[in-house]
């Protein structure tokens, strides 16, 4: 069983619907937590990180994390065609050495116009 | 530079041979990272420098795998005797500092496929 579990997809909405995204993990020593998004034929791009349990917003995304059920999400509010991509969490512990990330498999979202 | 470059971006190696795959980071950054990413999956880890000095190898998948960053800036990543289980996208990250939070920003990956 591997560390962090996302589910691949795809996941196809149409435009202006709420998209849910998660992943759980087994590593409870995991703090922080990041999603990235990465469009074909590119590198990741940090979207939201977030320290220890709660919520953090910024503009149409929220990140969620909680600690107990070894949950994450990331929700992105009036999905638009630009937001088509696949989208992966990431963890990291202290104790795994600075930064020494643990990426999901990846859910491959499209939204149509 | 404006971002993490990384060449060459696409490599075709047949089986056997060696490659040299280059990071330049972004200018100042302190951390590079190495990640190896399979078709359909997340990034793997695979080593980390604090400038010149490899703090953590331990995601290379065999001594065939080495990396360096002599000069504390750019590095390669060198695979020996590629197999195809060798082909991925090899991406490099770097960041300001070694500190939690600070953002780690990706290069576009090298491309490599053994046949």
């Known amino acids: 069983q591997k560390e962090v579990e996302q589910d691949p997809g795809p996941l196809s909405v149409p435009e202006g619907a709420i998209v849910s995204l998660n992943c759980t993990y087994s590593n409870s020593a995991f703090q922080y937590f990041m999603w990235y998004r990465q469009y074909s034929r590119k590198g990741p791009e940090l979207l939201m990180y977030t320290y220890s349990s709660g919520n953090k917003e910024d503009g149409r995304f929220t990140a969620q994390v909680d600690k107990s059920s070894k949950y994450i999400s990331l929700f992105i509010r009036d999905s638009q065609p630009s937001d088509s991509a696949t989208y992966l969490c990431a963890m990291s512990a202290v104790n795994q050495g600075a930064q020494k990330l643990v990426f999901g498999q990846g859910t491959r979202l499209t939204i149509n116009p | 530079g404006a971002g993490v470059s990384q060449s060459p971006r696409y490599k075709v190696a047949k089986r056997g041979q060696d490659v040299a795959l280059r990071c330049d980071p972004i200018?100042?950054?302190?951390?590079l990272f190495w990640y190896q990413q399979a078709l359909g999956q997340g990034p793997e880890f695979l080593t980390y420098f604090q400038n010149e000095a490899q703090l953590d190898k331990s995601g290379l998948p065999s001594d065939r795998f080495f990396a360096e960053r002599p000069e504390g800036s750019v590095s390669t990543l060198k695979i020996q005797r590629t197999q195809q289980e060798d082909s991925a996208v090899y991406l490099c990250?770097?960041?300001?500092?070694?500190?939690?939070?600070?953002?780690?920003?990706f290069g576009e990956g090298s491309w490599l496929t053994v046949v």
């Open positions: 200018s100042g950054h302190v951390s």
């Open positions: 990250a770097s960041s300001f500092e070694h500190r939690y939070g600070n953002t780690i920003y």
